[in-house]
């Protein structure tokens, strides 16, 4: 069974930071690729950052500068380091992961999680 579980979500002002985390089990987690979404009330879900199983990356233009993607094969996690936070950037965070990168980047990912919220404040 695939689990995905986001951590490090919160409330942060405005040029703020926060640290998402999200541990993945039930799959080989070096062969998958992962990827952070948001979605924020009435808006469409959109890719935030994703991260191939070879390293490539792929930020959305309106975090590029501020927020990182990373994983760590050993502890089966991905990160996304968020800086100057602004209040357009609150939303419900998701996890995602899938064997295909082209299927992460489309947001066609098998695997989700929860979500977590992030809440930036002027």
């Known amino acids: 069974q695939v689990q995905l579980v986001e951590s490090g979500g919160g409330l942060v002002q405005a040029g703020g930071s926060l640290r998402l985390s999200c541990a993945a089990s039930?799959?080989?987690?070096?062969?998958?690729?992962m990827g952070w979404y948001r979605q924020a009330p009435g808006k469409q879900r959109e890719l935030v950052a994703a991260?191939?199983?070879?390293?490539?990356?792929k930020y959305a233009d309106s975090v590029k500068g501020r927020f990182t993607i990373s994983r760590d094969v050993a502890k089966n996690t991905v990160a996304l380091q968020m800086n100057s936070l602004k209040p357009e950037d609150t939303a419900v965070y998701y996890c995602?992961?899938?064997?295909?990168?082209?299927?992460?980047?489309?947001?066609?990912?098998?695997?989700w999680g929860q979500g977590t919220q992030v809440t930036v404040s002027s």
């Open positions: 039930g799959i080989i987690f070096r062969l998958n690729s």
């Open positions: 995602a992961t899938d064997r295909m990168y082209r299927d992460v980047l489309d947001g066609q990912a098998e695997y």
């Open positions: 991260i191939s199983s070879g390293g490539t990356t």
